[in-house]
């Protein structure tokens, strides 16, 4: 494939990383609204200490210096940390807020088998038999179209961007033409599906776009990504300030009262 074509296969949508720390805006907005009402059940020194855990766990991902790195942290820590607070305060979550949750869960499930199928067709490039390297761009491509057709109404304007510019690379590649005359009989059908698949996923995108193309996704992903990394970090940190403040009134109540 040529350089231009790789280069859509490598690139990310712009909020990518910012992705990850959605969930905790939802999360953070309930508990914060669980400590100030009177009728909730739960100790309020609880309530700051799982506003806390979650905070941190938030913070590892930002810190982290490779999305495969904030992948597993995601997956490995914060995920079930949210789903443990979502079955703990159910009661307490509205209709609308359960809905972003999910919408935003199923967001990063699709981009993370996007940076897979990534890693899979930038493999190919590397593979010095072109009939093998035809076989791995074809299925990183055909997995792509099946991708958009399981997550496509909840994906972000960016990601879907992305998948368009590589579906269209793929088609225009002049390297990867499906020529009768120069290709082999293993080259031409697979070039051909190949081809295909690509044009499945414009299609895809096109019909999407035509029924509206609303994201589920909301729409603060697509804020400017300096300008979110930073005020994702300055909530982070009043939050963490929030809730220590709380633990440390707690304790003080807690001594005066012996």
Not at 35 to 41: A, L
Not at 161 to 179: Q, T, V, Y
Request: charged content about 30%.
């Amino acid at each position: 494939m040529t350089t231009h074509t790789e280069n859509s296969v490598r690139a990310l949508p712009f909020n990518s990383e910012e992705a990850f720390t959605k969930e905790l805006n939802l999360i953070t907005s309930v508990l914060e609204r669980l400590f100030e009402s009177d009728e909730v059940q739960f100790p309020e020194e609880e309530i700051s200490n799982d506003l806390l855990k979650i905070i941190e766990a938030a913070q590892r991902i930002r810190e982290a210096e490779t999305l495969s790195q904030k992948f597993d942290i995601y997956y490995t820590n914060y995920r079930p940390l949210s789903n443990e607070l979502k079955a703990k305060y159910s009661d307490f979550l509205d209709r609308d807020t359960f809905r972003e949750i999910e919408v935003h869960n199923k967001y990063m499930n699709g981009l993370n088998e996007f940076i897979k199928i990534q890693v899979v067709l930038l493999l190919a490039e590397k593979e010095p038999e072109k009939a093998r390297q035809c076989e791995l761009l074809y299925t990183g491509v055909v997995r792509l179209s099946d991708l958009v057709e399981e997550y496509l109404p909840y994906f972000s304007q960016g990601l879907i961007e992305c998948i368009k510019n590589i579906a269209s690379a793929f088609l225009n590649d002049p390297n990867l033409r499906p020529d009768k005359i120069s290709q082999d009989e293993k080259l031409f059908p697979c070039l051909i599906g190949l081809k295909n698949a690509a044009r499945a996923i414009l299609w895809q995108i096109e019909e999407h776009l035509k029924n509206g193309g609303e994201s589920r996704l909301t729409n603060s992903l697509a804020m400017n990504p300096d300008l979110a990394r930073e005020m994702q970090i300055q909530k982070n940190q009043a939050a963490i300030d929030w809730a220590k403040s709380r633990l440390e009134q707690l304790e003080s109540i807690r001594t005066a009262k012996g």
